[in-house]
């Protein structure tokens, strides 16, 4: 669920943050659409090497 990956996010989970972007970006699991929050944990995860996170803020035209 949603909370359940922003709790694990706020916590620093790296997987749950790429995740926890995909959901706000999208509305997903129980979480209302929020493209600029969903691209803020793309950032965080961006930061700490995540490839996955970087490729999706390439996509919006955005650097981390």
């Known amino acids: 669920s949603g ?3 922003l709790q694990a ?4 989970n790296l997987y749950a943050q790429v995740d926890l972007a995909f959901y706000y970006e999208n509305g997903l699991g129980g979480l209302a659409k929020d493209v600029d929050e969903g691209l803020k944990w793309y950032q965080m995860a961006a930061c700490q090497g995540n490839e996955i996170a970087q490729e999706r803020l390439t996509e919006y035209g955005l650097s981390w």
Request: charged letters at 0%; aromatic letters at 14%.
């Open 3 to 5: 909370q359940w990956l």
């Open 9 to 12: 996010s706020i916590q620093g």
